[in-house]
């Protein structure tokens, strides 16, 4: 089966989180401690938070999550996960976000000795600020896990559709930002 969407799926997925992620997340440094008030928070990407919490995890489980960042206080008893979800068109990354809950609950089946677990979706405000979206914020809210949004900064063109001679006026995301203290404000009131 062939996907015949208008860059969704695949490689353009790829991309296109791995800039939303660079964009929010790359001024922050895989070990790297940061304070909050009187509370010091080390920060890692993705497979660096696997070899930091070994001895912690739950040796039954193989499947090895991977947050997009996660802050760990130094006793590894407290983590704050940061997913980070980009979509520029339909798809079903606004699905994903629906899993939270469930994802909350793995988290602490694979590492019972964190005593507490905190979730936020980080995602592209251009697109779910739209009406539809608010069942899944609301639901999200509802077991606690904040939806914070970032915003497109400018965009760039694409001249050329794959495979076809034809010029087009498409406008994709060049970059995003976001106001990093609501991200500090919320861990601050779960400390």
Same mark, same amino acid.
């Given at each position: 089966?062939?996907?015949?969407?208008?860059?969704? !799926?695949?490689?353009?997925?790829? $991309?296109?989180?791995?800039?939303?992620?660079?964009?929010?997340?790359?001024?922050?440094?895989?070990?790297?401690?940061?304070?909050?008030?009187?509370?010091?928070?080390?920060? %890692?990407? @993705? !497979? #660096? %938070?696997?070899? #930091?919490?070994? *001895?912690?995890?739950?040796?039954?489980?193989?499947?090895?999550?991977?947050?997009? !960042?996660?802050?760990?206080?130094?006793? $590894? @008893?407290?983590?704050?996960?940061?997913?980070? @979800?980009?979509?520029?068109?339909? !798809?079903?990354?606004?699905? $994903?976000?629906?899993? &939270?809950?469930?994802?909350?609950?793995?988290?602490?089946?694979?590492?019972?000795?964190?005593?507490?677990?905190?979730?936020?979706?980080?995602?592209?405000?251009? %697109?779910?600020?739209? $009406?539809?979206?608010?069942?899944?914020?609301?639901?999200?809210?509802?077991?606690?896990?904040?939806?914070?949004?970032?915003?497109?900064?400018?965009?760039?063109?694409?001249?050329?559709?794959?495979?076809?001679?034809?010029?087009? *006026?498409?406008?994709?995301? %060049? &970059?995003?930002?976001?106001?990093?203290?609501?991200?500090?404000?919320?861990?601050?009131?779960?400390?």
């Amino acid at each position: 089966m062939r996907n015949r969407g208008t860059g969704a !799926g695949g490689a353009n997925t790829n $991309k296109s989180g791995l800039q939303f992620e660079d964009s929010i997340l790359g001024h922050l440094k895989n070990g790297q401690e940061y304070d909050f008030g009187t509370t010091t928070l080390r920060f %890692f990407k @993705k !497979g #660096e %938070f696997l070899r #930091e919490m070994q *001895d912690l995890k739950n040796v039954e489980f193989q499947h090895n999550k991977q947050p997009d !960042g996660i802050y760990v206080s130094k006793d $590894k @008893k407290t983590i704050f996960i940061l997913e980070l @979800k980009n979509q520029n068109e339909s !798809g079903s990354v606004d699905e $994903k976000l629906m899993i &939270g809950p469930g994802l909350l609950y793995h988290y602490k089946v694979m590492y019972p000795s964190i005593e507490n677990i905190h979730l936020c979706y980080i995602v592209n405000g251009n %697109f779910f600020r739209q $009406k539809k979206y608010e069942v899944t914020v609301n639901f999200l809210k509802q077991h606690n896990i904040p939806v914070f949004y970032a915003d497109t900064i400018s965009y760039k063109l694409k001249m050329n559709d794959l495979g076809s001679s034809r010029w087009s *006026d498409c406008m994709i995301p %060049f &970059g995003y930002r976001m106001d990093h203290t609501i991200i500090h404000d919320w861990i601050m009131s779960k400390l």
